[in-house]
């Protein structure tokens, strides 16, 4: 929000309503496969193999595969049948000899009905089996240790303070002009108020991407509202003056009060000098509201608001001026930046944007919110003469700068 000097009203009440901490989701899922196991192929189980069967008996006239004995010879013998007999039994015992032989011979080369078995099988009382060690059909893997793969946790967000302190716009260096020219409208209607603060936002615009991108985050221009009247903002209510809406990234200038000291001043002896001092407080307003975007965009404003959230009295009202000052500093940066083409490298502009930063206070309003007069020149210079955002980490001064 912009310090309205002595004449021009107390400066606004505070910032926008806290609009509460910020959301977080947890870590996010691990990804990455599941650890594997690996193992041999299956395969068919071991092939049992065991004796033939039997062979059953053999073939003959007995069961022992021989030729059943001779009948026993008869009590009764006469000795007119012994030569006969005898002839009778050398007969028969020749060709049962030869039938022996005959059979003997049969043996080996005799082809049974019976199955036949290859076997190497010898009498034991221990069975035997199939070799156990034919090659697989797949190459088997060799069993290691699984090592379960494990996705460290991510690191914590950063802190508020860590947000407000640490923040890497302080580390993005110098800025470069954009050659940046103040714009020759004035202050004479609603429109052209409208052209002042929108050729300085097309200017700052060009200036701070580079540094916000350097800081880590991403660049997105503002809007502009400039109102002559009642305005309801997604912030507040209605307006009372100039100030920055994160909620719609807007910046809402109130162009009646500046057209109104424009007419004033047209009645002036010294009508150069007053409107020197209106342009120049036009132009540090419409930058010290960008600087407010700029706290968004880093994270800053949401930070600084939940800090000043979780605190009361001067120490919730001190988190505020931190804010406020450094908003006028990161403002001054630009300006001091583009000094020499927007007509501030000394004379009547300059004197008087000096005099504005020494005159503006929250002494002269009700409520300590916005930073003494004593320490607004202090912020103001730093960005003005260093152009480095470096200089406006109000949130590690001490609280006698930011009283």
């Not at 059953?56 to 069961?63: K, L, Y």
């Not at 190497?120 to 090659?135: G, K």
């Not at 000394?346 to 206070?361: P, V």
Request: aromatic share 10%.
């Amino acid at each position: 929000m912009s310090n309205q000097p002595p004449y021009g009203g107390p400066p606004p009440q505070g910032p926008p309503p806290y609009q509460g901490p910020p959301q977080y989701q947890g870590p996010p899922p691990q990804y990455g496969p599941p650890p594997q196991q690996y193992g041999p192929p299956p395969g068919p189980p071991p092939q049992y193999w065991g004796p033939p069967p039997p062979q059953g008996p053999g073939f003959g006239w007995g069961s022992n595969g021989f030729p059943p004995p001779p009948p026993p010879k008869k009590s009764k013998a006469g000795w007119i049948v012994l030569p006969i007999v005898g002839v009778l039994a050398g007969v028969v015992g020749l060709w049962v000899f030869g039938v022996v032989q005959k059979n003997n011979r049969q043996d080996d080369d005799y082809t049974s009905p019976q199955p036949t078995y290859t076997s190497t099988y010898s009498p034991t009382e221990e069975p035997t089996y199939a070799p156990t060690t034919a090659a697989p059909t797949r190459a088997t893997r060799p069993t290691q240790p699984t090592a379960t793969r494990t996705t460290p946790p991510p690191p914590p967000p950063p802190s508020d303070s860590d947000i407000v302190t640490k923040n890497r716009i302080y580390k993005t260096g110098v800025q470069r002009s954009v050659n940046c020219r103040e714009s020759g409208a004035r202050a004479s209607s609603a429109a052209n108020a409208r052209k002042y603060y929108a050729n300085l936002i097309v200017c700052l615009n060009r200036a701070w991407p580079q540094q916000v991108a350097l800081s880590g985050k991403t660049f997105a221009p503002p809007r502009l509202i400039a109102f002559t009247g009642p305005v309801s903002t997604p912030c507040s209510g209605n307006a009372p003056s100039s100030f920055y809406c994160s909620a719609n990234r807007t910046i809402y200038m109130d162009a009646a009060t500046d057209i109104k000291r424009y007419r004033q001043f047209l009645g002036y002896n010294n009508r150069s000098t007053a409107m020197a001092f209106l342009r120049a407080d036009m132009s540090d307003t419409v930058a010290h509201e960008y600087g407010h975007h700029l706290q968004h965009l880093t994270g800053i404003l949401r930070a600084s608001s939940n800090i000043q959230y979780d605190r009361s009295g001067d120490a919730a009202l001190q988190m505020s001026r931190r804010l406020e000052l450094q908003a006028t500093c990161l403002g001054n940066v630009f300006l001091g930046a583009n000094k020499g083409t927007y007509g501030l490298n000394g004379g009547l502009f300059k004197s008087q944007l000096d005099w504005l930063h020494a005159h503006s206070g929250d002494e002269y309003g009700t409520v300590r919110d916005h930073g003494s007069r004593e320490v607004v020149p202090r912020w103001a210079n730093a960005g003005f003469k260093t152009r480095s955002p470096a200089a406006c980490n109000t949130y590690v001064a001490a609280a006698a700068y930011v009283r």
